[in-house]
């Protein structure tokens, strides 16, 4: 079973920063891909970002390519979101997934099987 916890989430004003946390409880992301995504209320959950099982490539969706940055620490265990120059439009419950797939080559095809519980971003205008 793959357990994920999120962290990091908060109340920002607009311009601000955050970094999310995604620590898994045992080493059960090493060799796969791994995600953020996002969930505004009445809104579907949409991609942010995602990193290859071996760091060595990422992916962003366009409303915060420039703006995010995510990052992995495999021996940790655990997966980072750097936020910057957040909008009010970022406000949404962010999580963190696994990917289906492991050693999947080509991160374009991200499929995500575990998920975290989700922790709440809040940016004020």
């Known amino acids: 079973q793959v357990h994920m916890v999120e962290s990091g989430g908060g109340l920002v004003q607009a311009g601000g920063s955050l970094r999310l946390s995604c620590a898994a409880s045992r080493r059960t992301i090493p060799n796969y891909g791994m995600g953020w995504f996002r969930q505004a209320p009445g809104k579907e959950r949409e991609f942010v970002a995602a990193?290859?099982?071996?760091?060595?490539?990422?992916n962003y969706a366009d409303s915060v390519k420039g703006r995010f940055t995510i990052s992995r620490h495999n021996a940790e265990n655990t997966v980072y979101l750097q936020m910057n120059s957040l909008k009010p439009e970022d406000t949404a419950v962010y999580y963190c997934?696994?990917?289906?797939?492991?050693?999947?080559?080509?991160?374009?095809?991200?499929?995500?099987?575990?998920w975290g519980q989700g922790t709440q971003v809040t940016v004020s205008s």
């Open positions: 990193i290859h099982w071996n760091g060595d490539s990422t």
């Open positions: 997934a696994r990917d289906r797939e492991r050693w999947r080559s080509d991160l374009l095809h991200f499929e995500p099987e575990y």
